[in-house]
């Protein structure tokens, strides 16, 4: 849910259709901007004009989508879908000229018919999960992703014909490989906090933190430049409910997109785009309340201050760590990211501090004033996957270990990057699948515990297009290849 700031208190708003309607006349918008999200993650929309908005747009919705063209929905012989828009999510676009001034609103899809909502709609999942946590005797969970993503001046590439030839090209004046004299390149791995004139962002972001504050009520705590040269960033949310997260973590890179065109560079999100170089994680912070009770909280725990009810959460992630890399790191390209050297989890494993383990306890305060900021970090996701269905995979195995009580086991606080295999394998420590063939092999064996959340066909449409991702690529020779092999 957006917040907005009130004599220095953060308080959530709760706009009704009227509040919006009313906004709409004031403010003499044109048009409505009406967005969702595919199975996949992408943001699509449908513009009305703003006199098409009434009371009716919010109780029958509009019934203009064919949900047969929209990745992971339905097939063509039930196509008829219709949005309902969410008041709530009512926010000014401020880069579309005032001749055209338009908002936008994120909606639910349903079916078509009076046949209820589509099961496969990644927000009724979110919605399904929040629904599951109040089932098992809880009253929501807070989440906090930490998105790092990449700003370029130019990307080029030529996919599309490879008889002539396949690759691609990033610029950047912050590349290590700029040639430009009168920039200030930053080296591989040595982005993290360099100061201006090195970091040549700080402007774009900051800026990108006032759009999300003045106009999609999303509040940032800060920004900075990440580790990896030519231009990587990362802008830190507050934390939110499950589904109002994932609806900001949308209007978070429509924001960081669009802005970064207005300024004639260009921003993605692919998690791994430089070789050698550290990748872009969505290292997921996320914790469950009783009204103001923090329940990870236990100031008795003398390792972490972590109660036995976030040990056991954490004990779900770790028991199903694999099956979820196939929802948190969807692409071929996430698994680019997950291998050792580059700061990125590969080792299945528990502990404070160490951030070569895969589920951490931050341990940043300590004592009571610490509670509500106790929390787990679950670092597997990466900025590719679709925020509604991560964080509902993540709540769904956390939860099955709260149900079974999955032991968590001894926390590891070495570099298990320097261990040796059979050190690891003493110690009990899996490893994360090396691909997304292997993720989709681990989700097809461990799904029952998404199934209080997701539905069958959910689940299938999602390890169906994971495996379209994966033989896109598998059948495609690689560039690199003609490197090793041509003069075989």
Not at 27 to 34: C, G, R, S, V, Y
Not at 114 to 134: F, N, T, V, W
Not at 192 to 212: G, K, M, Q
Not at 326 to 348: D, H, K, M, Q, W
Request: charged content about 25%.
């Amino acid at each position: 849910m957006p917040f907005i700031r009130i004599n220095g208190e953060l308080v959530p708003i709760k706009r009704t259709y009227r509040e919006v309607m009313d906004i709409i006349e004031k403010e003499k918008i044109k048009f409505i901007d009406l967005q969702f999200t595919d199975l996949p993650g992408r943001l699509q929309h449908i513009t009305i004009p703003s006199n098409q908005v009434d009371e009716g747009l919010f109780e029958d919705g509009v019934p203009k989508l064919d949900g047969s063209s929209i990745r992971g929905f339905v097939e063509i012989q039930e196509s008829d879908m219709i949005l309902k828009p969410d008041p709530s999510t009512f926010a000014l676009i401020p880069w579309i000229p005032d001749h055209i001034k338009t908002a936008r609103m994120i909606c639910d899809v349903y079916w078509g018919y009076g046949l209820g909502r589509l099961s496969r709609d990644p927000r009724a999942i979110a919605q399904r999960a929040e629904q599951a946590l109040k089932d098992n005797g809880f009253e929501f969970s807070y989440w906090g992703p930490e998105l790092e993503f990449f700003v370029f001046d130019k990307v080029f590439w030529d996919v599309i014909t490879p008889y002539r030839g396949q690759g691609y090209r990033i610029e950047s004046k912050e590349a290590a490989w700029s040639s430009e004299g009168s920039n200030y390149p930053i080296r591989f791995k040595e982005g993290y906090y360099p100061a201006p004139p090195h970091d040549t962002l700080t402007e774009y972001r900051s800026e990108c933190v006032s759009i999300l504050e003045n106009y999609f009520n999303i509040i940032c705590d800060a920004h900075h430049h990440e580790v990896a040269t030519a231009g990587q960033c990362e802008i830190d949310m507050l934390r939110d409910t499950l589904t109002a997260m994932a609806d900001n973590v949308m209007s978070y890179k429509f924001v960081c997109k669009n802005h970064a065109k207005q300024k004639g560079l260009i921003a993605t999100f692919m998690p791994k785009p430089i070789f050698m170089d550290n990748a872009s994680g969505m290292h997921t912070h996320v914790s469950i309340w009783n009204g103001k009770e923090n329940l990870f909280y236990d100031p008795d725990d003398e390792y972490a201050e972590l109660s036995q009810l976030g040990r056991y959460f954490a004990g779900g992630l770790t028991e199903h760590s694999r099956a979820l890399a196939c929802i948190v790191a969807p692409t071929t390209n996430s698994y680019r990211r997950l291998v050792p050297g580059y700061e990125a989890p590969v080792f299945i494993a528990w502990s404070k501090r160490n951030r070569s383990a895969n589920v951490r306890i931050p341990v940043y305060e300590k004592g009571p004033k610490s509670a509500p900021k106790k929390r787990i970090e679950f670092r597997t996701p990466d900025p590719s996957c679709n925020p509604y269905l991560a964080f509902s995979a993540i709540l769904a195995a956390g939860l099955d270990g709260i149900k079974k009580k999955i032991d968590v086991g001894d926390p590891i606080d070495e570099d298990i990057y320097k261990l040796t295999p059979e050190r690891r394998r003493q110690l009990g420590i899996r490893e994360l699948p090396g691909s997304l063939k292997e993720a989709i092999e681990c989700l097809e064996s461990d799904n029952e515990f998404l199934k209080p959340i997701f539905t069958n066909d959910a689940i299938e449409k999602i390890i169906e297009n994971a495996t379209n991702e994966h033989l896109n690529v598998a059948i495609r020779p690689h560039p690199y290849e003609f490197y090793l092999y041509f003069d075989i």
